[in-house]
């Protein structure tokens, strides 16, 4: 436990901003998960509406500084291209 005021107030800081960021990335996680749960369902149009939350909250995180654009970039290529590989 720090012993410095400004010490014991960035464990607080840390603390919260890691809380922020593991539940930006658990719904980023989940989101992928139920677009790919969408593709193995044979449902092209409920896949579609998977793949828009998805993207969508890819960019939230990369707004909310949890990941980097270039990594997101990849990410919205990759799923993007599952899709049409599998759809079309």
Same mark, same amino acid.
Do not use: W, Y
């Given at each position: 436990?720090? =012993?410095?005021? $400004?010490?014991?107030? !960035?464990? +607080? ?14 719904? /980023? !996680?989940?989101?992928? +998960? ?8 044979? =449902? ?9 939350? *998805? /993207? ?10 949890? /990941?980097?654009? =270039?990594?997101? *970039? +990849?990410?919205? $290529? ?11």
């Amino acid at each position: 436990m720090p =012993n410095i005021k $400004s010490a014991a107030k !960035r464990v +607080r800081i840390t603390r919260k901003r890691t809380e922020r960021n593991r539940r930006i990335k658990s719904n /980023l !996680r989940t989101a992928i +998960r139920r677009f790919r749960e969408a593709m193995a369902g044979e =449902n092209r149009e409920e896949a579609q509406m998977r793949l828009r939350r *998805a /993207l969508i909250t890819i960019d939230k995180a990369v707004t909310k500084g949890v /990941l980097h654009k =270039n990594t997101a *970039a +990849r990410k919205k $290529s990759r799923l993007t291209k599952f899709f049409n590989k599998m759809a079309g």
